[in-house]
């Protein structure tokens, strides 16, 4: 069983903060997706990562896939109270499984 | 809007009942998915469905059952129903053997058992 551990497990920050969350597993992926999910919605797809060591950026958010293709983070500069929510990872297996990461909830305060 | 649509949004029924959610994909997608999402237990998969068959099984209780019917809508059938069951379930849809299984979600059906 591929497990898939996220940390921290919530955050609180003020707005214009920096921050990063992490997403580590045992097992190798073949692709990782962040997902971004607001209350009572569907998650949202953020970016997908399939090369280890690559570094993809979303205006002001920025993912990096381990070399190793075990981890993964997320790291939100100068963070905005429209970052609220909880972010999955997610991990996809040859095998055509996808293991979810139990996610960080993120809060900004004005 | 993903393009994945279910109904119904919002379902209230009694301990022992039996429901079915529907799930229509996104259009072109062959793959669905189901998730349960209670407030203890994040996102659980519970199966993948790929243009009619069963392509992946995840948690899924005995009591459980889904469907992909030959239009790929998908249905997932709740029997014997617990309190413990109620939690949001999504269903999600990706592209023909989607090289990243990049996952395009709908907006859930929250099901509470009383």
């Known amino acids: 069983t591929q497990l898939l551990e996220q940390s921290p497990q919530f955050l609180s920050i003020q707005e214009g903060e920096n921050l990063t969350v992490y997403c580590n597993s045992s097992s190798v992926f073949s692709s990782l997706q962040w997902y971004r999910q607001e209350p009572g919605e569907g998650p949202v797809l953020l970016v997908t990562v399939v090369t280890g060591g690559e570094v993809k950026k979303l205006k002001r958010l920025t993912f990096q896939f381990g070399d190793a293709r075990k981890d993964s983070s997320l790291h939100i500069t100068a963070a905005q109270p429209g970052d609220t929510g909880l972010y999955l990872c997610?991990?996809?297996?040859?095998?055509?499984?996808?293991?979810f990461g139990d996610g960080t909830t993120l809060t900004v305060k004005p | 809007d993903s393009g994945v649509t279910q109904t119904p949004k919002h379902l209230i029924t009694a301990t022992g009942q039996r429901v079915t959610l529907r799930c229509s994909p996104r259009s072109g997608d062959l793959s669905v998915y189901w998730y349960q999402q209670s407030l203890d237990q994040g996102l659980q998969f519970l199966i993948q469905?790929?243009?009619?068959?069963?392509?992946a099984k995840g948690n899924i209780l005995e009591r459980f059952s889904a469907q992909q019917f030959p239009d790929l809508h998908s249905e997932l059938n709740l029997s014997s129903l617990e309190l413990g069951d109620s939690a949001l379930y999504f269903c999600?849809?990706?592209?023909?053997?989607?090289?990243?299984?990049?996952?395009?979600f709908g907006p859930g059906t929250r099901l509470t058992v009383l």
């Open positions: 999600a849809s990706s592209t023909p053997l989607g090289e990243y299984n990049e996952q395009f």
């Open positions: 469905y790929y243009n009619g068959e069963e392509r």
């Open positions: 997610a991990g996809f297996t040859n095998a055509g499984k996808s293991t």
